[in-house]
């Protein structure tokens, strides 16, 4: 079982930049694969940016390519987002979600990761 909790969120200007944090519990927390996922208001959650476990591999969402970097410390059992050039478009709520069945392979699918954070809210004003 991993217990999954973020931090970091806030109400920023367009432009600005935050840094996410997902903190883990749980010894396997290095074997998964992790991904950040969003949800805004009335729309589907989407995939935003995933990383292997080792942190060797990433991957984006076309919409945040250059802007957001996903990354992880297994040391310290957590995963960032860092973003960057904050558009109002950005405004969700952010979720981290670890894939117990990957290591390598970085899923956009939200069905397959397991275990959820309980998400944060980041706003973007124009």
């Known amino acids: 079982q991993v217990q999954l909790v973020e931090s970091g969120g806030g109400l920023v200007q367009a432009g600005d930049s935050l840094r996410l944090s997902c903190a883990a519990s749980g010894r396997t927390f290095s074997n998964y694969a992790m991904g950040w996922f969003r949800q805004a208001p009335g729309k589907e959650r989407e995939f935003v940016a995933g990383?292997?476990?080792?942190?060797?591999?990433?991957s984006y969402a076309d919409s945040v390519k250059g802007r957001f970097t996903i990354s992880r410390d297994n040391a310290k059992n957590t995963v960032y987002l860092q973003m960057n050039s904050l558009k109002p478009e950005d405004t969700a709520v952010y979720y981290c979600?670890?894939?117990?069945?990957?290591?390598?392979?970085?899923?956009?699918?939200?069905?397959?990761?397991?275990?959820w954070g309980q998400g944060t809210q980041v706003t973007v004003s124009s």
């Open positions: 990383i292997s476990w080792s942190g060797g591999r990433t």
């Open positions: 979600a670890a894939d117990r069945n990957h290591m390598l392979v970085i899923t956009t699918a939200s069905h397959e990761y397991d275990y």
